[in-house]
């Protein structure tokens, strides 16, 4: 009889490489687990698609990595298929999926002038999730939304290795600049835009950012704790892998890109 114990596999997807920033996170709190980062980059982006869409999508690409591979749990790191998808994939996969949602709460804990942004993708600004949240968390909060589908893109160009063009940045961000009291507390809404977070701060030198990855990080560990013994888990012997639903030019670039996140092999999905 074959005793050997395997580690726990963790799905990461995003429609596109911004997610990586929710992996890392999740990789520096459990390293010797089994990753596979999945991104949807023949939809990319998903700011600007219809909810019945994602949803169709969504679920095709892991019910395609799931006829592969051994799931023990899904982070849908993508705030827009997030506050579209969860119910909806949670009724389909019996394994815990965990979303990204915006972080309202601990962005209006911190706030000290009870001015806060939320900078998210049109479709995730909408969503009637963002309202749930905004109103539950942050009543006592003047609560500003922009949503900014170019800002994914310009992460994706960034972490190709392209310069980010601050004055294009300063044009996007306008409608806050203008405010008369800028938000000392602005939350990344999109798991790209922890990426151009450098960038921006020089916009906004006096205001903390804040995103999701560490908070999620702890889920993903309390989650797998309950069924695994983490502290008994030893290094992976398999290789962490990328999976992405075309393989093209740009995805040709970021292999060696996708190395020093220790995801060292890459698979093409058939949708």
Request: hydrophobic fraction near 40%; aromatic fraction near 10%.
């Amino acid at each position: 009889m074959n005793n050997v114990r395997q580690s726990p596999s963790v799905l990461i997807f995003d429609s596109g490489i911004g997610g990586l920033s929710v992996y890392d996170e999740i990789y520096k709190k459990m390293p010797n687990l089994h990753y596979l980062y999945a991104f949807d980059n023949e939809m990319f982006p998903y700011g600007d698609k219809c909810a019945e869409v994602i949803i169709d999508r969504v679920t095709s690409v892991i019910e395609t990595i799931t006829k592969s591979y051994s799931i023990s749990l899904a982070v849908i790191a993508c705030n827009t298929a997030s506050t579209i998808c969860l119910p909806s994939l949670r009724s389909k996969f019996a394994f815990p999926i965990v979303g990204v949602v915006p972080a309202i709460k601990p962005a209006s804990q911190i706030s000290r002038n009870k001015c806060i942004g939320l900078l998210a993708t049109k479709a995730t600004i909408q969503r009637a999730y963002t309202t749930h949240l905004i109103q539950e968390f942050a009543k006592d909060c003047t609560v500003n939304l922009l949503g900014l589908s170019e800002l994914a893109l310009i992460a994706e160009s960034k972490l190709q290795g392209n310069a980010v063009d601050i004055l294009q940045l300063k044009k996007l961000l306008q409608p806050w600049l203008s405010l008369p009291t800028i938000p000392d507390t602005i939350v990344l809404g999109c798991t790209h835009y922890p990426f151009i977070k450098d960038e921006l701060q020089k916009i906004f030198p006096h205001t903390t950012f804040i995103d999701s990855g560490n908070a999620i990080a702890s889920r993903v560990y309390n989650l797998l704790n309950e069924q695994y013994d983490l502290s008994k888990e030893k290094a992976s012997l398999t290789n962490n892998i990328v999976l992405s639903t075309i393989y093209n030019q740009y995805v040709e670039k970021l292999i060696s890109k996708f190395e020093n996140y220790n995801l060292n092999k890459y698979q093409t999905i058939k949708i």
